[in-house]
């Protein structure tokens, strides 16, 4: 069974701090690793996905993440965060047989100006 | 690209009540899928159509919940005798196919259950 867990729900920083959220997944077989943002009020919107090659992605509006085979972990990084950053993060994972994706808790990031 | 569309954005019903809750996804998209999130439990699976066959409904409840997808423009997700417990909202997403799936959604659905 495939599982993916976000340890923080709560991370506050400085507008222009650099962030990480943390995601880790547990699943034996080859998957799909994305990432998803959330503002109050609406849908979840894409931000970048892993399947294979450069363990580092490059997504939307200057956000990146890494995948760690080792770690079992795809944490999400922004070298620079804005204020308009602030929302809900979400992990998802789904296997690459082609199923629907879990997701994780989500991280509430709080950008202070 | 109207993205995907869900239809009412919000929806009060009694207990007991039915409530029909619509999702039209992007043209062309082959796959819908059903969430309902809730603070408590976040964000769960309920069913997903593939060209508009069932293909997975593990995370829908057995009783009282039952999805549709009768052409390629819309889906519906039934909930009969609603219950307070079934207050969430309810988010619906299309990709182009299964695989590689990135997923749009729509803005949800918030049923309110009184």
């Known amino acids: 069974t495939q599982t993916v867990s976000q340890s923080d729900a709560h991370v506050t920083v400085f507008e222009g701090d650099s962030v990480e959220l943390r995601c880790n997944y547990s699943y034996g077989g080859s998957i799909y690793l994305s990432w998803y943002i959330q503002h109050h009020g609406h849908g979840l919107q894409f931000l970048l996905k892993?399947?294979?090659?450069?363990?580092v992605v490059q997504g939307v509006n200057g956000f990146e993440a890494e995948f760690s085979k080792s770690d079992s972990s795809f944490h999400l990084r922004k070298a620079s965060v804005h204020w308009s950053d602030s929302a809900v993060y979400f992990c998802?994972?789904?296997?690459?047989?082609?199923?629907?994706?879990?997701f994780g808790t989500g991280t509430k990031l709080q950008v202070v100006p | 690209n109207a993205g995907v569309i869900q239809t009412p954005r919000h929806k009060v019903t009694g207990k007991g009540q039915e409530a029909t809750l619509w999702c039209e996804p992007i043209s062309g998209h082959s796959a819908v899928f059903w969430y309902r999130q809730t603070i408590v439990q976040g964000l769960e699976f309920l069913t997903y159509?593939?060209?508009?066959?069932?293909?997975?409904d593990s995370g829908m409840p057995k009783e009282r919940f039952s999805a549709q997808m009768p052409n390629q423009s819309h889906s519906t997700l039934k909930i009969q005798s609603t219950q307070p417990q079934d207050s969430a909202v309810y988010l619906c997403a299309s990709s182009l196919d299964l695989g590689q799936n990135t997923l749009y959604f729509g803005a949800g659905t918030r049923l309110s259950v009184l």
């Open positions: 892993y399947y294979s090659g450069n363990p």
């Open positions: 998802a994972v789904s296997a690459n047989s082609g199923t629907y994706q879990r």
């Open positions: 159509f593939r060209n508009q066959a069932p293909i997975d």
